[in-house]
């Protein structure tokens, strides 16, 4: 079975109500032209804008990502948002362990795990993020640290599970920086990924698990990283900001 590419944008902290409305509607009427079976678009607001999102999102082929979750259902969690709330606002996707969530707010591989298990259970589809700090890279640790990552985040997924998640290989120093993996950087991760997967949830079920780029896609770079097998896809930060931009990264990758 094929895997249907996935563009996903992500956009921090950014964007109000009315913003989001306005790029969704100008996403919409410049990819008429793309069909559903070409490839899946995802937008990730703030948490604020998300029903808006969704509410609009409904006439576009459009669908709606949280951020972050919080691994419990409600409770004393000030500033915290759960799965459940994530979809109630209209959400069907949500990235987990984000390279700036586990930097900066100390999401950590046995949190992932935790958020892994609630977005399942609220019914949302996880979009997990793994990937080494350019120091890692250096002292070599590329492909240790993804198994880490890999292993303790998806411990105790079954095959189906894996068949239906969305990895993102974000390298951290690509993130932002204008600097992207070059095709064989992330050729050899996206391939290292693809069979772990394939050796720990079984052939098929790794065979269907969408992995994405994601650091630096621009218009300019997609169509090398989007021809490589392993790559199923783009999640992106700053060139997602302008629907233009994010438009003209999924016409190119067509
Ligand atoms: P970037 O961000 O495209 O701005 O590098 C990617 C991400 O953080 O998901």
Redesign the pocket.
Same mark, same amino acid.
């Given at each position: 079975m094929p895997r249907i590419p996935v563009f996903a944008a992500?956009w921090k902290m950014h964007k109000t109500v009315l913003e989001t409305v306005a790029w969704i509607r100008e996403f919409a009427a410049l990819s008429k032209a793309l069909s559903a079976d070409a490839a899946e678009i995802i937008v990730a607001p703030p948490f604020t804008a998300i029903a808006a999102a969704a509410e609009t999102a409904r006439t576009a082929t459009v669908c709606v990502a949280g951020q972050n979750l919080h691994f419990e259902r409600e409770g004393a969690f000030t500033g915290e948002v759960s799965g459940a709330m994530l979809k109630d606002a209209g959400a069907d996707f949500v990235i987990i362990g984000?390279s700036e969530r586990r930097r900066l707010f100390g999401d950590t591989d046995a949190w992932v795990n935790r958020k892994l298990i609630a977005a399942r259970l609220a019914e949302l589809t996880p979009i997990v993020c793994i990937g080494e700090t350019l120091e890692e890279r250096e002292r070599g640790e590329t492909l240790a640290v993804l198994d880490r990552q890999l292993k303790s985040g998806l411990d105790g997924s079954s095959g189906d599970q894996i068949a239906s998640l969305i990895l993102a290989y974000?390298p951290v120093w690509?993130? *932002?920086t204008g600097k992207n993996a070059t095709a064989a950087e992330a050729g050899e991760a996206h391939t290292h990924i693809r069979k772990r997967l394939r050796e720990w949830f079984g052939g098929a079920h790794g065979d269907r698990c969408r992995i994405l780029y994601?650091?630096?896609?621009k218009p300019e770079n997609i169509r090398e990283l989007i021809g490589l097998e392993d790559v199923d896809g783009a999640?992106?930060? *700053?060139?997602s900001l302008e629907a233009r931009s994010f438009a003209a990264i999924v016409q190119n990758a067509q």
């Open positions: 992500n984000h974000e690509a993130i *932002g994601g650091g630096s896609v999640l992106v930060g *700053g060139a």
